[in-house]
């Protein structure tokens, strides 16, 4: 993971594949993430919709293009939460970050590897199955968060993004994070 770290403030692209048992289909969106050091994440989705989402002292904040702004306490999410700390972690170079909440399993080698964290904690357990993060050399390519109620989503990240389907499968998306080394 140290080799991984990014000086804040670091931004890529991103398409995300969003995968629910009550959709009939995956929604896609795609914009900018951006690291902006300790725990301060932005998304900025570009498409279909317009959406800023600011993430920082335990706070969420969601701006949306003709809605407004509403707010919430991270802890009422504990998905969005996890990934916070595993993006945190991992573009700090710090895998101490996640101790305590994650049992991470190393697999492949330089070229493509996938770091999986796995929820060591009970409350954890409850809503997350695991986060993957796949990537080649010192480059995080992809993100698959697996909720234990069916919903996931698989982030495509920098030049990867452009590659997302427009209607994934999930299968599909595998192949494309395992692959990203090639």
């Known amino acids: 993971m140290r080799a991984l770290a990014q000086p804040p403030p670091t931004t890529t692209a991103f398409a995300e594949a969003r995968f629910s048992p009550l959709l009939d289909r995956p929604l896609v969106i795609s914009g900018t993430l951006a690291w902006l050091g300790g725990d301060h994440l932005q998304r900025m989705v570009s498409a279909p919709y317009v959406e800023t989402t600011n993430i920082s002292g335990g706070d969420v904040s969601v701006t949306r293009a003709g809605r407004g ?12 939460q996890a990934l916070l700390k595993s993006m945190a972690a ?13 049992d991470l399993r190393l697999d492949g080698n330089r070229a493509s590897w996938t770091l999986t964290l796995t929820p060591a904690t009970p409350e954890l357990r409850e809503k997350l199955a695991h986060i993957r993060l796949d990537g080649a050399g010192t480059t995080l390519a992809c993100i698959d968060i697996i909720e234990t109620d069916g919903n996931a989503s698989v982030d495509l990240l920098g030049p990867l993004a452009a590659r997302m389907p427009a209607s994934p499968t999930r299968a599909e998306l595998t192949t494309l994070c395992r692959g990203s080394g090639q």
């Open 69 to 80: 702004t509403r707010h919430f306490a991270l802890t009422r999410a504990p998905a969005l």
């Open 90 to 102: 991992v573009l700090s170079g710090d895998p101490r970050q996640l101790e305590g909440l994650f």
